[in-house]
């Protein structure tokens, strides 16, 4: 009985209430929103998109991290019939760092982010809080 209750109970794992190692939840700044869900973003810019096909997992103790996404150009209204937008791969990388001001109870993560698309454009820095909407301004 006892070997029996030992194999049942070898299969379950307890949970762990820490936070995941990759980022998650809703970062935002001037010009970029990125929300991370399961490991993975949806990056949205003034006048474009992109995904992040990757988790970020920062690298301690520096946060630094490179991961591989998409970026697609946008436009400002509403999309026309058999309207297409260029789509090309991009490489996401920057720096996640926790800053604490003064008084507060606990610290911000603070993101900045540079992109490279596979043309060769480099587009950035962005800097991103986490828990802070974007402040995006769509184009015209």
């Known amino acids: 009985m006892i070997a029996a209750m ?3 109970l070898s299969g379950c794992e ?3 209430n820490s936070k995941p190692s990759h980022l998650i939840g809703i970062w935002g700044g001037p010009h970029v929103g990125v929300e991370f869900g399961g490991g993975l973003g949806e ?3 003034d006048c474009a998109s992109g995904t992040i096909d ?3 997992v920062p690298l301690r103790p520096s ?3 490179s991961v591989k996404g998409s970026y ?6 509403p999309v026309k019939v058999g309207q297409f937008f260029r789509s090309q791969e991009a490489q996401y990388s920057g ?3 926790q800053t604490k001001e003064p008084g507060a109870k606990s610290a911000t993560q603070v993101m900045t982010l540079d992109v490279t698309l ?7 820095p962005f800097t991103a809080t986490e828990g802070v909407p974007p402040q995006l301004t769509r184009c015209l």
Not at 118 to 124: Q, R, W
Request: hydrophobic share 35%; proline share 3%; charged share 25%.
């Open 63 to 65: 946060g630094s991290f």
């Open 54 to 56: 990757e988790p970020i």
């Open 43 to 45: 990056v949205r810019f």
């Open 14 to 16: 307890t949970l762990d």
């Open 118 to 124: 596979e043309d060769g454009t480099k587009l950035g």
């Open 72 to 77: 697609r150009t946008g436009t400002g209204g």
């Open 6 to 8: 030992a194999f049942l």
């Open 95 to 97: 720096q996640v760092v």
